[in-house]
């Protein structure tokens, strides 16, 4: 994925539009959260910005793109994650799914909260991936379309 890590800091705008359109400020404070495909680490530069208190860990496989996060970094696959189980209580997965088809839960605690989300033209591989669990759907209309899914770990 080293060609999203060139690209990707142009968009920092629009990921910072979607995180405030998903309240994700709010949502993650005093939370210990993992941001699944971290890429060059928006997240966590949001997070800080705006005085949010969570324990956050970026993963990503590029490894270039992890240097910039300043929060705690491991490199890893977002289908089989390098964690214990039941050890997070978000795990955040913006613009990923769609390029690897599965996102391991394992580590997210039971009752804790998945935010998945991919752009709209990728609805059907959210939904297939979405076949088996209940989930809240909705659309971020903003300067990227984005379908995100709130999946609560039974």
Not at 96 to 118: Q, T, Y
Request: a neutral charge.
């Amino acid at each position: 994925m080293r060609f999203f890590s060139s690209i990707y800091e142009s968009w920092r705008e629009i990921q910072y539009e979607k995180y405030e359109r998903l309240e994700l400020d709010r949502r993650l404070e005093k939370k210990r959260v993992l941001d699944a495909g971290a890429s060059c680490c928006f997240l966590s530069d949001f997070l800080k910005e705006r005085g949010v208190r969570a324990e956050l860990i970026s993963l990503d496989s590029d490894i270039q793109a992890l240097k910039r996060c300043i929060s705690e970094r491991v490199a890893g696959d977002v289908s089989k994650l390098p964690f214990r189980d039941e050890i997070f209580d978000v795990i955040v997965c913006m613009d990923v799914l769609h390029l690897s088809k599965d996102l391991d839960l394992r580590p997210l605690r039971r009752g804790g909260i998945a935010i998945v989300g991919v752009p709209e033209r990728h609805r059907k591989i959210l939904l297939e991936w979405l076949r088996d669990r209940e989930a809240e759907i909705f659309e971020i209309n903003g300067r990227e379309r984005e379908i995100v899914a709130f999946v609560t770990r039974p």
